[in-house]
């Protein structure tokens, strides 16, 4: 058939710009992703609230804000406090023994003892909750991230 013996060509205009646009990528869209990553965690900690985490002193809400790491295009938000994984995860049933002294008392307790036997604790799976709440904000972040990327790759190419 003709198909198969025409030619043709096709001028892409600048197509040397998009070319170098593309090349300088990844140096356009780190600056945008970093903001994007860093939003994230503040949209993170932003959720991490008396609503969405359990509440007795509020220890564990404030902890979140010391949990914070921003690096290179690394964004890292945990709780600090060190029971966190166990209102998380939960505990089975364990004994409970004194630290200090000889014996555990409290308010209310008849006579001091040497050890408690804990029944143990259900989950409290705050995280997703908190990631439930927050992955809205965190797309917007990412999608506003991509828009400005692209933008600016077209910008740098025509």
Known sequence: SSLDTASFSVEIPNIGKLQKALE?????????????IEASVA?????ATK???????GYLVQSFGLGILIGRLIGRIAPTANY?????????PHEIRPKNGKALFWPG?????????????KPNRFIPRILGKATPG??????????LILGE???KSS
């Open 24 to 36: 300088d990528s990844s140096k356009i869209a780190e600056p945008w992703l970093q903001k994007a």
């Open 43 to 47: 949209e993170i900690q932003k959720n």
């Open 51 to 57: 609503g969405t985490v359990p509440w007795k002193t």
């Open 84 to 92: 966190a994984i166990y209102v998380h995860e939960g505990t089975g």
């Open 109 to 121: 307790a008849a006579h001091p003892v040497a050890k408690v036997n804990h029944p143990g604790t």
């Open 138 to 147: 965190i797309n917007r972040h990412f999608e506003r991230a991509l828009e």
């Open 153 to 155: 790759i077209a910008r």
